[in-house]
Structure formats: C-alpha cells, structure tokens
C-alpha cells in the first residue's frame, strides 16, 4: 500500500509539472508576420504532424512507472519544441493575446478620429507584420490610385517602412492630404500619390 502511494505521489508531481508547462500558452496567439495568403489551420495541421513523436517505458513498479513518465514528459518537451519551431519557420511569430487586442484596440481608436484622412487600405495590427496591404476598398483614393492587396509599403512619404509598427507610429494624416506611397509589386516598385478623404466615405 505504501509502495502504490509513492507511485501515485510520484504521478501527481509529474503531471501537474507537465500541465504548467503547457499552461502557458493559453493566453497566447499565433500571428502570421505576413497577414495575406496565410493559411493558419493547414500550417498549424503541418506543424502538429511534424512534432509528433514516439516514446516508451520499460520495467514495472514505481521505477519503470518513474522512467516512463520521464520519457513522456521528455518527449511532450521536444514535440513542442518542434512545433514551435515549424510554426516559426513558416512566418509566425508567439505573441500575448492581450497584447494582440491591445494593439487593435490603439488602431481603432485612432481611426476614430474624425479629422483623420483615409486612403481606403488595410493592413496588420501586429508591430513585427510587414506592411503588407491586405485589403484596398472599392472605389477609395488608393484603388482609383492603383494600389492592390498584396503590395508591400517600402516608403510612405520617404519615409522607410520596415514594419506594421512603423507605419503605424507615423503621424497621422488628415483629410485631403496628400500622402505617397512607394511599395513593392513583386519585384517592381511603384509609387503612387493618395488624397486622404473622410471615413465615411469609404464603402
């Protein structure tokens, strides 16, 4: 009897480590540094089946019982290691949840702003996204202008744009300004000239 509660003792201590190990990616999201052309479940699918591994304990008692809990919990570590790094070497990057809301909440706050101009594209929430345009409204100085889902802000008003965060620390312009766009479209780069309008105006 003494022998059996050592074991399940042993069993409890294991399982709860286990189990805060994985807690701590409840609050967390995966974010696709490139927002377009993502396909979150096929890549989170790819990345499961790569990390699947195998694992087995020998002996009986409380030492195998012991060895083969070790080796489980050894090979959950290494399985999540594997997927994180196949989600990361398909462009994703680990990020808190509230974090997340956080930045589309600032994003939206400032678009509130009734006296701020509008060219009529998206793009990410995220500081390390590429400023990749993910949608041009229909009919909005940008799609009249030339601009298509999928070209990447190289400059705005010559100004370098590496990231979503960039871009976004920019000061904001208002309506009727003229902003300048330089992105790249494959391999081309192209530049284009927006007049701002209101966001109402946008359909």
Not at 38 to 59: A, E, I, L, M, P
Not at 177 to 183: C, P
Request: hydrophobic share 35%.
């Amino acid at each position: 009897m003494r022998k059996l509660l050592i074991v399940m003792v042993t069993i409890g201590a294991l399982v709860g480590c286990a189990t805060q190990n994985s807690s701590q990616y409840k609050n967390t999201v995966w974010v696709p540094l490139n927002p377009v052309g993502t396909d979150f479940k096929k890549d989170n699918y790819d990345c499961v089946q790569q990390s699947r591994t195998s694992w087995s304990g020998g002996g009986t008692g409380g030492l195998g019982l012991f060895m083969m809990l070790q080796a489980r919990r050894s090979a959950e570590g290494q399985a999540e290691d594997l997927f994180n790094m196949c989600m990361e070497a398909k462009g994703y990057i680990l990020r808190n949840k509230e974090e997340v809301a956080e930045y589309k909440r600032i994003a939206e706050e400032k678009n509130s702003d009734p006296n701020r101009g509008f060219t009529g594209i998206t793009f990410g929430y995220v500081p390390e996204q590429k400023p990749i345009i993910v949608k041009v409204f229909p009919n909005s100085p940008a799609a009249k202008a030339g601009l298509k889902a999928n070209d990447i802000i190289i400059e705005r008003d010559g100004h370098a744009i590496p990231n979503v965060g960039e871009l976004r620390n920019m000061k904001p312009v208002k309506v009727g300004d003229w902003v300048e766009y330089k992105v790249l479209r494959g391999t081309e780069e192209l530049v284009f000239k927006v007049q701002t309008i209101k966001k109402e105006q946008l359909q």
